[in-house]
């Protein structure tokens, strides 16, 4: 059974550089994967920040970006701010499944 | 602007089937344009794809779900329906519906989702 991996829970002082991580039980992650980023806020539904990897949505902050690296798709965040305090998730596309990572809680403190 | 909203009975009992529906406004359900998935988050937990349904038909589920989930469309309603069969306390979830473009630019549209609990 394919298992995606991220970080439980990240902290990041306000200002500061935050990279969260996606990595797949079944090797390198690639664009072939078309992994994707989304941010949860309590109460609220998922909202898609980057596509195919490396792509902003037109609502997408520009200090959120997206970024294969080491094996794995990777989520930087810039400048972070107070408001960026959510849980962030990350979908990798299998081709006939879909398989979300178990989702990295971010910390502004 | 393709806008989706899911609907259904908040409560279920267990061994029986969940039907949800997701209503499409903005663009027709049918369209090529779009994919239609399913995605639930039990209480305090993260999310879980269930299943996709695409243009021409192809359904894909969630393995762990297979034997129990179903997705279709509707075109006479404009909405994407999901049936989970045998239901248990471990169905407890919020669902939600989510359109994307294609696998290039993924599910970027989502709904607010609706909360199901199974409980006799």
């Known amino acids: 059974q394919t298992v995606v991996t991220q970080e439980p829970s990240v902290t990041v002082s306000p200002g500061g550089t935050v990279t969260l991580t996606c990595a797949s039980s079944?090797?390198?992650?690639?664009?072939?994967?078309?992994p994707t980023w989304f941010q949860q806020k309590p109460g609220q539904p998922p909202r898609a920040l980057i596509y195919s990897a490396t792509n902003r949505h037109s609502w997408t902050p520009a200090r959120f970006s997206g970024s294969l690296l080491g094996g794995k798709a990777a989520l930087t965040l810039s400048g972070v701010q107070p408001d960026d305090e959510a849980e962030y998730y990350c979908l990798l596309n299998y081709g006939q499944t879909m398989i979300f990572g178990g989702g990295t809680k971010l910390t502004v403190l | 602007q393709l806008q989706v909203q899911e609907s259904g009975p908040g409560l279920v009992k267990p061994s029986e089937t969940l039907s949800l529906a997701c209503s499409v406004s903005?663009?027709?359900?049918?369209?090529?344009?779009?994919?239609w998935g399913w995605i639930r988050q039990p209480p305090g937990k993260g999310l879980e794809w269930i299943g996709s349904?695409?243009?021409?038909?192809?359904?894909y589920y969630n393995p762990s779900l297979k034997s129990r989930v179903s997705i279709s469309v509707d075109t006479s309603t404009n909405q994407v329906s999901l049936k989970l069969s045998s239901v248990t306390a471990a169905d407890t979830a919020r669902y939600y519906c989510?359109?994307?473009?294609?696998?290039?630019?993924?599910?970027?549209?989502w709904g607010q989702g609706t909360t199901v609990s199974v409980s006799s």
């Open positions: 079944t090797g390198a992650v690639t664009s072939a994967y078309y």
């Open positions: 349904i695409y243009y021409s038909g192809s359904t």
């Open positions: 989510a359109s994307g473009r294609s696998y290039y630019y993924g599910m970027d549209v």
């Open positions: 903005g663009g027709p359900v049918s369209s090529s344009s779009y994919f």
